[in-house]
């Protein structure tokens, strides 16, 4: 990809993620606008909705989830996201029965079978009904107590089956994580989408937040089929618009202007959907730095420093009392106005966790 076409798309990302000119205000607002945001890393998933949201702390976020406007479960790509709370039960039936029909072999070789689900589901239930609430240990401890072996994985992938059918989602910040609770009592009020409904939904949101993005984009976030992300493009109609890249066709939202986005640097978190949200991740990361930040292929993702769209280093904290450090390691050497950026997005970082700035060194590697 052409160096001027990378700028454009990186610049028009920064801006529909809300990573510059943000005007939302909320970690409620971020997870709305974002439809979903990549969440395996619960301290990840927190920085990730205040970076886009200027001012918000860390106590913001978990009181976002306290009060039930956000939750955490497994709504795309078997993989845990924070979404809506009033969304997640329609973006759960897009791809559920089909991501559960894939884990069959997996959960067949742990033992785990529809009568094993059932009864834990009828545990789980009696374990929560009324408002309960227990941390991922405790509800493994009850499935134990109930004779429903935990180890070896299968706690995990017991909750995780639970959580696709929708009996589960991680809800209230708990004194080792996030609650486990019953979806149906946490969320009193989901929205109910038709199968063409929620189609729609993911289309426009998901290239308004993510946009420009390509269909096959949309096809890995999110593992829908192709005649099911055709039909809701197709529902999408003038809500969604299109521009032409190095002969690629990208969607976006309607309103989305293409112009360039002001110079930012930011520190992003490990597993950040500016990088993960897309199937083709060159236009922000050039392939020669991908074991930068995922070194070894390994699937962890590293935290990233952002300069003016372009991934340029990972960062690591060290907090210490009362104080957190950051520590950068560049791809190449930063241009001291880029150093000075980076000096600022580390205290704001420490604001964000109610700590005061430490050290904001970088390192080339």
Not at 109 to 114: N, P
Not at 132 to 145: M, W
Not at 210 to 218: M, R
Not at 236 to 246: E, T
Request: aromatic share 6%.
């Amino acid at each position: 990809m052409r160096r001027t076409d990378r700028t454009r798309i990186a610049s028009l990302r920064l801006a529909s993620q809300n990573l510059v000119r943000s005007t939302v205000a909320s970690p409620a607002e971020v997870a709305q606008s974002m439809l979903a945001t990549q969440a395996q890393d619960l301290s990840s998933a927190q920085w990730a909705l205040a970076v886009r949201s200027p001012g918000t702390t860390l106590a913001d976020v978990d009181q976002a989830f306290n009060e039930g406007t956000i939750v955490r479960s497994w709504p795309f790509r078997g993989t845990l996201h924070v979404t809506p709370a009033a969304d997640l039960g329609w973006m759960l039936a897009l791809t559920r029965d089909r991501i559960l029909r894939g884990a069959t072999t997996r959960h067949a070789g742990l033992g785990l079978d529809d009568a094993v689900f059932v009864r834990a589901a009828d545990i789980v239930r009696g374990a929560l009904r009324g408002g309960g609430r227990l941390s991922r240990a405790a509800l493994l401890a009850e499935l134990d107590a109930s004779g429903i072996a935990t180890g070896h994985q299968r706690g995990g992938h017991i909750i995780w089956y639970l959580a696709h059918t929708g009996l589960i989602c991680f809800g209230p910040m708990g004194a080792s994580g996030q609650d486990i609770v019953l979806a149906d009592e946490w969320i009193p009020d989901p929205r109910r989408l038709s199968p063409d409904e929620a189609l729609t939904e993911l289309a426009v949101r998901y290239f308004t937040s993510h946009g420009p993005a390509t269909v096959k984009d949309l096809l890995w976030w999110s593992k829908i089929l192709v005649p099911e992300a055709r039909r809701a493009i197709e529902g999408a109609g003038d809500r969604l618009r299109q521009i032409v890249v190095d002969d690629t066709v990208y969607y976006l939202g309607a309103r989305q202007v293409d112009e360039p986005a002001v110079p930012a640097l930011l520190l992003l978190p490990g597993f950040d959907e500016y990088l993960l949200g897309y199937g083709d991740r060159d236009a922000v990361l050039p392939p020669e730095h991908s074991d930068r930040v995922v070194p070894g292929s390994n699937g962890i993702f590293l935290p990233m420093v952002v300069s003016n769209g372009q991934i340029v280093a990972t960062w690591r904290r060290t907090i210490r009392r009362g104080s957190v450090d950051v520590a950068a390691t560049a791809f190449a050497p930063m241009a001291a106005t880029t150093t000075a950026r980076y000096t600022k997005a580390a205290s704001a970082y420490a604001r964000y966790l109610g700590l005061t700035p430490g050290e904001a060194t970088v390192a080339d590697s």
